[in-house]
């Protein structure tokens, strides 16, 4: 019930809740800090949950960033 989005621009990775009310709510999963950039390209979910964000453009070093939930 979830979409989760990348945005290069701003280098952030967000997560749009569909509410029961049809609205939207959005969460801030992902942000880049420091001077290095983060720039998200592509994502993809693994067979065990993992998210994979693929990173890179604007001057940034191309990376992979494999991502497990860590909570309940």
Known sequence: GSLIMADWTFGRIWCLKR?????????????STGSLGFAPTDLAFTPDGRLLVCSGG???????FSLKWGGE
């Open 19 to 31: 509410l029961p009310n049809g609205e939207w709510e959005k969460e801030l999963l992902m942000e």
């Open 58 to 64: 604007r001057g940034t070093q191309g990376a992979i």
